[in-house]
């Protein structure tokens, strides 16, 4: 079983809707996650952290942690074109400082 | 905004040649990473340095790979005797310890631009 496990898309949304990606991850006992985003040919950029479970709120973005299920989300409200990009979640392996990250999701946009 | 910067941006090189990656991390960041993304993968972890010294490291960082600080600014990254297959982009990053590896806030991680290493 992979470490971190995404859909890689394309997902395709209209400009205005809600877009929700979503992340499942295999360690247990993972303590905390992390979604970036990243442009084609650029670095990731830190989008949030979660590290509780339930939802964490910033401007039109919103991460869902569900520990025992083993799965954390992001939604993305009014999408705007923007935002098309790849988004990567990201874990933290139990006992150690090594982020692993899953393949990402393509994000579209259609406006 | 503090950030993270990597030189050069892009390399191109000769099979068989050795090539030093370098980055500056943010100035009070204690971890550093060195990550990979081949084009259209996914980004791999290498290595992660803290301490003067390897804290973990991936099957991929082979003999192949070494790190280093050499002062108090720069971490680079050494690759030697290059192939084909070492063509990717490559990331460095750096993150702040806060009072333990595993609390909030001090786990960000943050990334350079990146290097592209071409191979020929």
């Known amino acids: 079983q992979k470490e971190v496990e995404q859909n890689s898309g394309p997902l395709s949304v209209p400009e205005g809707a809600i877009a929700s990606l979503n992340c499942t991850y295999s360690d247990r006992v993972s303590q905390s996650f992390f979604w970036y985003r990243q442009y084609s040919g650029k670095s990731p950029e830190l989008i949030m952290s979660i590290y509780s479970n339930g939802d964490k709120e910033d401007g039109r973005f919103t991460a869902q942690l569900n520990k025992a299920s083993q799965y954390v989300s992001l939604l993305i409200r009014d999408s705007q074109p923007s935002d098309s990009a790849t988004y990567l979640c990201?874990?933290?392996?139990?006992?150690?400082?090594?982020?692993?990250f899953g393949t990402g999701t393509r994000l579209k946009v259609l406006a | 905004e503090p950030e993270v910067t990597q030189t050069p941006s892009h390399q191109v090189t000769q099979m068989g040649q050795e090539v030093i990656l370098r980055c500056v991390p943010i100035?009070?960041?204690?971890?550093f990473y060195w990550y990979r993304q081949i084009l259209g993968q996914k980004v791999e972890f290498l290595v992660s340095f803290y301490n003067n010294e390897i804290s973990e490291k991936s099957e991929i960082f082979d003999d192949q790979f070494s790190v280093e600080r050499p002062d108090g600014s720069n971490f680079t990254l050494k690759i030697r005797s290059t192939k084909l297959e070492d063509s990717a982009m490559y990331f460095c990053a750096s993150k702040h310890v806060g009072s333990g590896p595993l609390k909030s806030g001090a786990n960000v991680l943050t990334f350079g631009a990146g290097s592209r290493l071409t191979v020929l």
């Open positions: 100035s009070n960041h204690l971890y």
């Open positions: 990201a874990v933290i392996l139990s006992g150690t400082y090594k982020y692993i």
